[in-house]
């Protein structure tokens, strides 16, 4: 972040008054440019026993699965952004059923959102990010070639709760270790 | 937004290849600068049978009490914002207990996270954006003079949970209407 984006004059990096981090403020307008995490909102999309998994087709883990799920746009709520998000990636539309999981991402400034949701009848396709779309049973869940270990965690909790008839919601932190793994905090 | 924060040149607003919605688009160096949703992250900080409160010094909703709650920032995690938060804004020092509420505020592009605490001692103060603060009992909240409908919400949930003796979790949606009121719909 090199110039403001209201005023195109250059930015500096420095402490507002009554602040403690430092921004980028605008050495001409004053403007302070905060930075935020982002929400990324998902589904766990199930049919009768079976659960709905994306193949990527971009980068970053390209070619590994994944549950349908992006940013959330402005504008709309995080269950509609599920919705969208599972039509754009799987051309499924799917009925949101409850909120299932938060996890925070700290090391990418990411939240990520994941609902339950019923898909609304047995069509679905490849969308523009996907390679391929498969309805999975538990015991076909590509474990080995998931593309994100949120994604792995909310899966694994998800079917937890199934066997134990119950589900329930799911807070926690994934968090990246010097070694480029990751631990799982639960709240 | 008018300039590019990368290399100053002027942003046009269209749809890039492949997207379906208008974005900010650099003429110069092509790049995308989209907007996004921010989250707010907040506390219900517990003392014995009290709520700790704080009134806002701050616009919007000057004198008006709320919990406490700001925007989340970048490397840290939801229960950690709400620890600094509550650190800020009352000058207290409060433990998360476990994620209670999500609310989608599509009108002004927020996702509202709140956590119940308990405060670890019995000391708190204003902080820079707060004209006072106090512990008030269920029959003392001031329900006439809350700053935002997300918070009275949350209050509601939080005294009908307690009353019941189960706190759960609670995902929903704070929709303004035409009239400047609101909707509250829970999923």
Same mark, same amino acid.
């Given at each position: 972040?090199?110039?403001?984006?209201?005023?195109?004059?250059?930015?500096?990096?420095?402490?507002?008054?009554?602040?403690? =981090?430092?921004?980028?403020?605008?050495?001409?307008?004053?403007?302070?440019?905060?930075?935020?995490?982002?929400?990324?909102?998902?589904?766990?999309?199930?049919?009768?026993?079976?659960?709905?998994?994306?193949?990527?087709?971009?980068?970053?883990?390209?070619?590994?699965?994944? =549950?349908?799920?992006?940013?959330?746009?402005?504008? @709309?709520?995080?269950?509609?952004?599920?919705?969208? @998000?599972?039509? *754009? @990636?799987?051309?499924?539309?799917?009925?949101?059923?409850?909120?299932?999981?938060?996890?925070?991402?700290?090391?990418?400034?990411?939240?990520?959102?994941?609902?339950?949701?019923?898909?609304?009848?047995?069509?679905?396709?490849?969308? *523009? @990010?996907?390679?391929?779309?498969?309805?999975?049973?538990?015991?076909?869940?590509?474990?080995?070639?998931?593309?994100?270990?949120?994604?792995?965690?909310?899966?694994? =909790?998800?079917?937890?709760?199934?066997?134990?008839?119950?589900?329930?919601?799911?807070?926690?932190?994934?968090?990246?270790?010097?070694?480029?793994?990751?631990?799982?905090?639960?709240?």
């Amino acid at each position: 972040m090199n110039f403001c984006s209201k005023c195109g004059a250059r930015l500096s990096v420095r402490v507002p008054q009554g602040d403690n =981090l430092p921004r980028h403020v605008c050495s001409a307008c004053h403007m302070i440019h905060y930075q935020n995490p982002k929400v990324v909102v998902g589904c766990i999309p199930v049919w009768g026993e079976k659960v709905l998994m994306c193949r990527r087709a971009i980068e970053p883990r390209y070619g590994l699965w994944t =549950l349908p799920a992006g940013f959330m746009e402005n504008s @709309e709520t995080t269950s509609q952004a599920a919705v969208r @998000e599972t039509w *754009e @990636e799987a051309q499924a539309r799917v009925e949101i059923h409850a909120f299932f999981s938060l996890f925070n991402l700290p090391h990418i400034n990411q939240v990520y959102v994941i609902y339950r949701g019923q898909l609304r009848d047995a069509n679905f396709a490849p969308g *523009e @990010e996907s390679l391929e779309v498969c309805l999975f049973d538990e015991a076909q869940i590509p474990w080995d070639a998931i593309a994100f270990p949120v994604i792995e965690q909310t899966l694994r =909790l998800y079917y937890r709760d199934r066997a134990r008839g119950d589900f329930g919601t799911h807070a926690g932190d994934i968090i990246r270790t010097p070694d480029h793994g990751y631990t799982i905090d639960m709240a």
